[in-house]
């Protein structure tokens, strides 16, 4: 059993940016893949980035070129810099890593971003 927690969400003006943290339990090195989802109000979950253990990165198209997912796997904690931020990032975000075919997920952590 993996355990995700995340941290650093909170309210921020458009424009603004914000670090998220997901520190698991277990060594990050076991893990095959992981990632950061959002979902707001009345949507659907979705993929906000990825990050594979062989380092690649996939990001939404709506998060490109102001999201950067990484990883520190001395400290088995993954980030989330979210920079230039607008009020359609609003969101609970959770993060989610799958081991050995299993997917483990965050209590998820609020991201309120005002106009």
């Known amino acids: 059993q993996v355990q995700l927690v995340e941290s650093g969400g909170g309210l921020v003006q458009a424009g603004g940016s914000l670090r998220l943290s997901c520190a698991l339990s277990?060594?990050?090195?076991?893990?095959?893949?992981m990632g950061w989802f959002r979902q707001a109000p009345g949507k659907q979950r979705e993929l906000v980035a990825g990050?594979?253990?062989?380092?690649?990165?996939n990001y939404a198209d709506s998060v490109a070129g102001r999201f950067t997912i990484s990883r520190d796997n001395a400290k088995n904690t993954m980030y989330l810099q979210m920079n230039s931020l607008k009020p359609e990032d609003t969101a609970v975000y959770y993060c989610n890593a799958v081991r050995w075919f299993l997917s483990y997920w965050g209590q998820g952590t609020q991201v309120t971003v005002s106009s």
């Open positions: 277990e060594s990050i090195s076991s893990i095959t893949s």
């Open positions: 990050v594979t253990i062989g380092g690649s990165t």
